[in-house]
Nanobody
């Protein structure tokens, strides 16, 4: 069973940067699309970014375009989310998820993400 572990969250001032990491427990992680999602209490979970299995396909929410960058390092079984120019509205619990389908070049719909991490908290405050 594929397991995901997020890290890299923390407290940062507005305008600051964080890099989140999502590490997969087995090699099939590299062959799956991986997404980042944000959960804020009282709000629906929001899709933030996604990267396909070949890394040629990436998607971003409009609210983070130009500020966040998703990438993957196959040698480390890890997907990163570089977050720059952070704003208070970027705060929340960030979860990574891997798609059910091995070899999915493009990002699937949210319902097709079958493996989820435990989340890492991002706080943006002065």
């Amino acid at each position: 069973q594929l397991q995901l572990v997020e890290s890299g969250g923390g407290l940062v001032q507005p305008g600051g940067s964080l890099r989140l990491s999502c590490s997969g427990s087995e090699f099939t992680f590299n062959w799956r699309a991986v997404g980042w999602f944000r959960q804020v209490p009282g709000k629906e979970r929001e899709a933030i970014s996604c990267i396909g299995s070949t890394a040629n396909s990436t998607k971003y929410a409009d609210s983070v375009k130009g500020r966040f960058t998703i990438s993957r390092d196959e040698a480390k079984n890890t997907v990163y989310l570089q977050m720059n120019d952070l704003k208070p509205e970027d705060a929340g619990a960030y979860y990574c998820a891997a798609g059910r389908q091995v070899g999915a070049v493009r990002c699937p719909i949210e319902g097709e993400f079958g493996y989820w991490g435990q989340g890492t908290q991002v706080t943006v405050s002065s």
